[in-house]
């Protein structure tokens, strides 16, 4: 079965946005943007499959080589019955990419519009402790369509280190224990930003505006607690 021409661009702008999302993350050894005209000519000539192997890549961490990233977009063929993704796709595409790819990847991304099973779910986690390092980590394809730092409407956000969670403690006069400390406003690992700056659970994010005063050059700074999502 070949691509579609929506589906084929679809795919062309996730993998697009998922590039700079690593290298937003500080992830190098990037791989160039394939070329639209070469693009166009291997959905158009080549099954879906092969064109979502062909769109997977693996980067590493700048400074720090043994953090490898390889990202996988999980092929369901059309006349499958499947609306979710099953515990034997994440176990045979690991196993696949660790002995195909490389055995020392540290974190495999799947990227797919299905979600997963409860026993996919539970699965994933075994798989992580029989491999011992690998951690495993889903996306959803339609939520990278975009690059949502490009969005004007969207704030700066990022991250705050050891050393700027500890001033802003200190600034709030709070420890890490203190109830006011948790009463920050919260946002979810789900949100779309959250996914693309790489938050885990228990992160705190700054988020920059440009001050209500109108003062040029002055900002305005707002915290939030990362929480996990439910879904």
């Known amino acids: 079965m070949f691509a579609s021409v929506d589906v084929a661009r679809s795919l062309f702008k996730a993998r697009k946005t998922l590039i700079e999302m690593f290298q937003y993350r500080g992830y190098e050894d990037t791989p160039e943007q394939l ?3 070469a693009y166009t000519k291997l959905w158009s000539t ?43 796709t994440i176990e045979v595409n690991v196993k ?66 050891k050393k700027e969670r500890a001033r802003l403690r200190e600034e709030l006069k709070q ?16 949100d779309p930003m959250m996914i693309f700056i790489g938050a885990h659970a228990g992160d705190i994010i700054c988020s920059e505006r440009k001050s209500r005063s109108g003062r040029e050059g002055e900002i305005e700074k707002y915290y939030r607690r990362v929480v996990a999502s439910l879904s």
């Open 96 to 161: 696949m990419i660790l002995t195909n790819v490389s055995s020392n990847i540290q974190t495999i991304y799947f990227v797919s519009p299905l979600s997963l099973t409860t026993m996919a779910s539970k699965r994933m986690n075994e798989v992580e402790v029989a491999y011992g390092k690998v951690k495993i980590r889903m996306i959803d394809e339609l939520l990278v369509q975009n690059n949502i730092t490009k969005n004007g409407l969207v704030p700066k956000q990022y991250i705050l280190s």
């Open 46 to 88: 080549q099954t879906l499959i092969h064109v979502k192997n062909a769109l997977s890549f693996t980067v590493s961490k700048k400074g720090n080589e043994i953090d490898i990233i390889h990202v996988r977009f999980l092929h369901i063929p059309d006349n499958s019955s499947q609306t979710s993704i099953d515990k034997n």
């Open 175 to 190: 420890s890490e224990d203190d109830e006011k400390w948790f009463a920050l406003p919260e946002i979810k690992t789900s």
């Open 35 to 37: 070329n639209e005209e």
